[in-house]
């Protein structure tokens, strides 16, 4: 045991120690949120892009660029994002990115040609990209061991939930307001919450501990997980389960030579060792998982309406779809945090027949169809969803949200894609298009099992510093 003067306190087994309580449930309450209005902001543009394509009439070519605009957006601002969330905290930058996310996702419902769609939409864009590394890791690191990815994935339920309330505002607010509306009401919605955000929203101890915050403040963020722990009398504060990582190098460089600096330093932790191979395979499943579940928000009204599906109840399909596909992910992660991340190829193995018999055409008109589309539809998102949930697990606290970040960077290079390829192509244009979007997904699919089953392999074992122990809170000499 530590002595009564200058004891230290490993924070790692403080919070293993701990049982999912009231205070965890906060954190993820709000985490849940913030993704839930990033979504809804998100996802409007696809449930408004029917009626923007006969508003302005539209080309196949600048519906792909009008839909890509958002991905683009966020692309950078993932990087920028994580990067500034390591740097400041994550606090800050989730609640920046929410009000700016508010504010440009309203003034995209005042746009009056293509081009300004493109530019407000990349703007914010920028801002709903920046805040899901952070929120990841504000998640990942507030959690008890046993919760880090399970809780990625119930935070990204949110952010499905959130796509999936812009089909009801958008049957009841297009009618009345035209497609400005869905705009309009889904930012003045994320307005709101970011006020409630400037007054609820914690900042991540682990992040505080890493970053050698003074233990003042560190201690009061420490007894909200547990009032009834002396935390006051530590004057230390340390993470036996991370590796040391150098964050405050290059003091004496100017200020643009230091921030260079800092940032290849950060990006060369993403590589040390086996997270060499487990970074890589992260990039290439997250890219895969993006290229289907993108293609299917950006396009999936149309693919529907074009099967024979009217408009409304296709968005009622895609929203349905969203809710089951997130609650899959939830009980994928069951699995997956106790026997490894390689069970994540489960969902969308199955998804692979059952997405092939709509691209084969053999179930349209018929009874079956609108089930096995469903199905195929759950397990996409279920897929991707738990992909989401590994990307950020890991990196040490220092670099988690920077490791997170770089691999939405890398994925948003197909979310990106997606939609212009899939204009190119011709997805969007008739039936035969529709299915071979399909067919295009079954492809999708099946590189995510190639990845996530080599990953699970890589990492067999892997932790991200020391050896933890399950026990309950001790103090570290």
């Known amino acids: 045991?530590?002595?009564?003067?200058?004891?230290?306190?490993?924070?790692?087994?403080?919070?293993?120690?701990?049982?999912?309580?009231?205070?965890?449930?906060?954190v993820l309450i709000l985490c849940s949120l913030v993704t839930f209005f990033d979504g809804q902001d998100f996802s409007a543009l696809a449930l408004a892009l029917p009626y923007i394509r006969e508003?302005?009439?539209?080309?196949?070519?600048?519906?792909?660029?009008?839909?890509?605009?958002?991905?683009?957006?966020?692309?950078?601002?993932?990087?920028?994002?994580?990067?500034?969330?390591?740097?400041?905290?994550?606090?800050?930058?989730?609640?920046?990115?929410?009000?700016?996310?508010?504010?440009?996702?309203?003034?995209?419902?005042?746009a009056s040609s293509p081009e300004e769609l493109i530019g407000l939409r990349f703007v914010s864009g920028l801002a709903i990209g920046g805040l899901l590394a952070p929120v990841w890791a504000l998640s990942i690191e507030s959690m008890p061991r046993s919760m880090r990815a399970t809780s990625v994935t119930i935070i990204m339920m949110g952010f499905s939930f959130g796509g999936a309330s812009v089909a009801p505002i958008a049957n009841w607010t297009a009618p009345l307001l035209g497609w400005q509306g869905i705009f309009w009401v889904c930012g003045?919605?994320?307005?709101?919450?970011?006020?409630?955000?400037?007054?609820?929203l914690p900042e991540s101890t682990r992040w505080m501990v890493s970053s050698d915050k003074p233990a003042h403040k560190i201690a009061p963020m420490l007894a909200r997980f547990n009032p009834g722990f002396e935390v006051q009398s530590y004057e230390r504060f340390i993470l036996s389960d991370e590796r040391t990582v150098?964050?405050?190098?290059?003091?004496?460089?100017?200020?643009?030579?230091?921030?260079?600096?800092?940032w290849f330093s950060r990006m060369g932790e993403l590589f040390v060792g086996r997270l060499l191979i487990i970074t890589l395979l992260i990039w290439a499943a997250y890219f895969c998982s993006s290229f289907a579940i993108y293609l299917k928000s950006a396009y999936g009204v149309i693919f529907m309406e074009n099967l024979g599906i009217t408009r409304q109840n296709a968005a009622w399909l895609g929203s349905i779809g969203a809710i089951l596909g997130a609650l899959g992910g939830v009980a994928l992660l069951a699995m997956t945090e106790k026997k490894g991340p390689g069970w994540i190829a489960l969902a969308p193995l199955i998804g692979i027949p059952f997405v092939l018999l709509v691209a084969t055409g053999y179930v349209l008109g018929g009874p079956a169809f609108v089930p096995i589309l469903l199905i195929g539809a759950v397990m996409v998102g279920a897929g991707h969803a738990a992909v989401i949930s590994i990307t950020s697990i890991y990196y040490p606290s220092a670099v988690r949200a920077f490791g997170g970040g770089w691999a939405s960077f890398m994925a948003k290079f197909a979310a990106v894609a997606a939609p212009i390829v899939g204009a190119k192509a011709g997805f969007i244009s008739g039936r035969q298009g529709a299915l071979d979007g399909y067919y295009f997904t079954v492809l999708c699919l099946a590189?995510?099992?190639?990845?996530?089953?080599?990953?699970?392999?890589?990492?067999?074992?892997?932790?991200?510093g020391a050896q933890t122990k399950a026990a309950n809170p001790q103090p570290a000499e």
């Not at 045991?1 to 906060?26: C, I, P, W």
């Open 1 to 26: 045991m530590a002595t009564a003067a200058g004891k230290t306190l490993d924070v790692s087994e403080y919070m293993h120690g701990l049982k999912f309580n009231r205070y965890h449930l906060q």
């Open 55 to 110: 508003d302005m009439a539209l080309t196949d070519d600048m519906s792909g660029y009008v839909s890509s605009a958002v991905f683009l957006g966020q692309m950078i601002g993932s990087l920028f994002g994580s990067y500034l969330g390591d740097l400041f905290g994550r606090r800050p930058v989730i609640i920046a990115s929410t009000i700016g996310s508010a504010v440009f996702t309203t003034l995209v419902g005042f």
């Open 188 to 200: 003045a919605m994320t307005g709101v919450f970011a006020i409630i955000l400037l007054f609820t």
């Open 246 to 262: 150098s964050t405050s190098a290059y003091k004496d460089e100017n200020w643009l030579a230091r921030t260079v600096k800092q």
């Open 447 to 464: 590189g995510i099992v190639v990845c996530i089953l080599a990953l699970g392999w890589a990492a067999r074992g892997f932790q991200q």
